[in-house]
């Protein structure tokens, strides 16, 4: 999001691999499930302090793989290519 910005620096930091991991497990897993780190320790709400639920709304792959596309074309968009 913050390479669109109308402000963007011109050099976006890429998207970190752990959290776009998160943020599929948040889209992808059971509704409601806690949003754990991989060493199981619950992720909080910054402002609530509470548990962060997963939404569970992506019932189908594709909807990770339009992410996936979406991710890898703008890293290479600032020359940031390699595996994903």
């Known amino acids: 999001m913050l390479s669109i910005h109308p402000q963007a620096p011109s ?3 890429s998207a970190d691999l752990k959290y776009v991991a998160l943020y599929y497990a948040y889209r992808m897993h059971a ?3 806690e949003l754990k780190f991989s060493n199981g320790e619950a992720i909080l709400d ?3 302090k509470l548990p962060i639920r997963c939404l569970g709304d992506w019932k189908s792959f594709s909807n990770a ?3 996936h596309s979406a991710l890898r074309k703008q890293h290479e ?3 940031q290519n ?3």
Do not use: M, R, W
């Open 11 to 13: 050099e976006c930091p």
């Open 31 to 33: 509704e409601g499930t």
């Open 46 to 48: 910054v402002v609530t």
């Open 65 to 67: 793989e339009k992410l």
């Open 77 to 79: 968009s600032i020359n």
């Open 82 to 84: 390699g595996e994903y």
